[in-house]
């Protein structure tokens, strides 16, 4: 019997690839109109190759972009592009649909929600409460919680021990087949891949059910349950 559901946080609750994707830009054209002389288009690609070296929650990567592209940090441009980028921010984080719906419904039948999220804690829960659901879960794992990332699974059996519950007890849901799915498979937790929010084409999820809309966990639930 299903009493929980552990949830990833990122592109499985809210939109995070295109939340970040639409900051870079806005943080782009405001430091080209205040003076900064770049392409938009290959810079975008310079920052975003940024993150993926330096991980998506560096804090500090237009002061590693200016030092790429003019030498040092001109605070103007530094902070024309990081203002714009937080206004972009707040514009675009926002849940994917039927996640609140969702989530109260699996709270009314008396299911416990976790997430377990590779984002710093700090960054996790702004996001949390940004998208105000900080109220709904009983148990939040991130990374400064448990010092590893997925598909480690150190994560796992914290949101376990936290739950007071079993592998069998619980689902995962998440968007990234080799750390979600490939994580929570190992624990022996059955899975669900959130095609949703998948950004990448992925073809076989390896999990036990795909999803096109979070609301569809409903139905899973119920039939497992009745079993």
């Known amino acids: 019997m299903i009493k929980a559901v552990i949830f990833d946080l990122d ?10 994707r639409e900051s870079v830009r806005n943080a782009l054209v405001a430091m080209s109109e205040a003076g900064l002389d770049i392409d938009i288009e290959s810079s975008y690609k310079e920052v975003m190759h940024l993150y993926e070296e330096g991980g998506w929650e560096n804090q500090l990567v237009f002061n590693d972009f200016l030092r790429e592209k003019i030498g040092y940090v001109d605070y103007k441009y530094l902070a024309a592009g990081v203002m714009a980028y937080r206004k972009a921010k707040a514009d675009n ?6 996640v609140h719906d969702t989530l109260e419904e699996l709270t009314k039948k008396g299911i416990k ?9 700090r960054e996790a829960w702004m996001r949390i409460y940004a998208l105000g659901i900080h109220d709904v879960f009983d148990v939040v794992v991130t990374f400064d919680d448990s010092k590893e990332r997925k598909p480690s699974p150190a994560p796992f059996k914290l949101a376990l021990g936290k739950l007071n519950m079993s592998k069998d007890d619980v689902l995962m849901v998440g968007d990234w087949p080799e750390r979600d799915v490939v994580g929570a498979k190992n624990m022996g937790i059955r899975t669900i891949f959130a095609k949703y929010g998948d950004h990448f084409g992925v073809k076989e999820s390896g999990a036990n059910w795909d999803i096109e809309d979070i609301s569809d966990i409903i139905s899973i639930i119920d039939d497992i349950n009745k079993e």
């Not at 984080?93 to 039927?98: C, D, G, R, S």
């Not at 929600?113 to 804690?121: E, G, R």
Request: proline share 8%; no cysteine.
């Open 11 to 20: 592109n499985t609750l809210l939109d995070f690839v295109t939340m970040k």
């Open 93 to 98: 984080l926002k849940a994917y649909p039927n």
């Open 113 to 121: 929600l976790a997430i377990v999220s590779d984002a710093p804690s």
